[in-house]
C-alpha cells in the first residue's frame, strides 16, 4: 500500500519521509473489511498526520471514509483541509502554549477561550462542550476524539501564527471590541466612570476610554497603541 501525503503536509511526517509518499505494509492479503485491517484515519495518524489537518482521504482516486479498510496495494492521498476552512460563528479555545496569540485574536474581535493552567483533557472537554475551535502546536491533543474540530498553528511567533489561523478560518474581525485579558466585551465610558481606576497621568494624556464589562478593566490608546494598531491594519489588510 502506498500512501501519498500532500505537499504542505510533509512536515508532518517523520524526516525521512517528507518526500510525501510512504510505502507500507499492513498484512491484510487482498480483502477489505477483515478484522486485522487498520482503518484509513489509523493509518494516516500513525505517519503523524492530525485528523483535524486531513481534508479527505482518497483511494484509487475516490474519496473515501475515514473509517474504511483498505486492501494491500491500495493507493491512499491524503488531501489537507482546503482553505479557508468555512465554520458558522467561527469561536476558539486556544492551548497554554499560545497566550499572546490568544490575546491578538482577541484584539480583533474574536472569541477566544484561554487558561494557562488548562489541561489537555480539559482543553478538549471545552472545545466540545462550547462548541470551539481548538488551536494547538500538539499534535497529540488534536487526535483526541472528544474534540470536534481544531487546527495545528503553524509558525513560532505570535505573526506568523495569527496569519496562520486567519488564512486558515477566514473568521469576521470587530477590532477594539473585546477584552485582551478577558475575552469579556468591551464598552465605551466616560472618563468619570473609570477615574478610580486610572493614573492622574492617564486621566490628563487621554479622553476616550473603554471598559470590559466582564473584568472591569479600563482601556485607552495609551503608549502601545501604535503596535496594536499595526497588528489590527495588517488583520485588516491595510497594512
Known amino acids: ?19 510525501g509518499e510512504v510505502g507500507l505494509d499492513i498484512g491484510t492479503g487482498t480483502d477489505t473489511g477483515t478484522a486485522t485491517a487498520p482503518s ?8 503523524g498526520l492530525p485528523r483535524t489537518e486531513i481534508g479527505e482521504l482518497r483511494v484509487a482516486g475516490r474519496v473515501a471514509g475515514l473509517h474504511e479498510r483498505p486492501r494491500d496495494g491500495d493507493v491512499i492521498d491524503v488531501v489537507s483541509v482546503p482553505r479557508p476552512q468555512r465554520v458558522a ?30 489541561s489537555d483533557p480539559e482543553l478538549a472537554e471545552q472545545a466540545a462542550s462550547e462548541g470551539r475551535i481548538l488551536l494547538t502546536k500538539d499534535r497529540g491533543l488534536l487526535r483526541r476524539r472528544a474534540v470536534p474540530i481544531g487546527a495545528y498553528v503553524r509558525g ?27 475575552n469579556g466585551t468591551l464598552a465605551a465610558v466616560d472618563a468619570s466612570a473609570v477615574r478610580h ?30 503596535r496594536l494598531e499595526e497588528i489590527v491594519a495588517e488583520a485588516l489588510g491595510d497594512g
Do not use: K
Request: glycine residues 6%; positive net charge; proline residues 8%.
Open 89 to 118: 460563528e467561527p469561536r476558539f479555545v486556544v492551548d497554554v502554549h499560545l497566550g499572546t496569540l490568544a490575546r491578538r485574536m482577541r484584539l480583533l474581535g474574536l472569541d477566544v477561550a484561554y487558561r494557562n493552567d488548562a
Open 40 to 47: 484509513l484515519l489509523h493509518i494516516v495518524e500513525s505517519l
Open 156 to 182: 513560532n511567533r505570535p505573526a506568523d501564527q495569527l496569519r496562520d489561523v486567519l488564512d486558515r478560518f477566514d473568521p469576521p474581525l470587530a477590532p477594539w471590541t473585546r477584552c485582551p485579558a478577558c
Open 197 to 226: 481606576l486610572l493614573e492622574p497621568g492617564t486621566l490628563r494624556s487621554y479622553t476616550h476610554f473603554s471598559q470590559c464589562v466582564d473584568c472591569g478593566r479600563p482601556y485607552w490608546r495609551g503608549a502601545h497603541a501604535q
Open 1 to 19: 500500500m502506498t500512501v501519498r501525503v500532500a505537499e504542505e503536509l510533509c512536515f508532518f511526517l517523520p524526516v525521512g519521509r517528507r518526500h
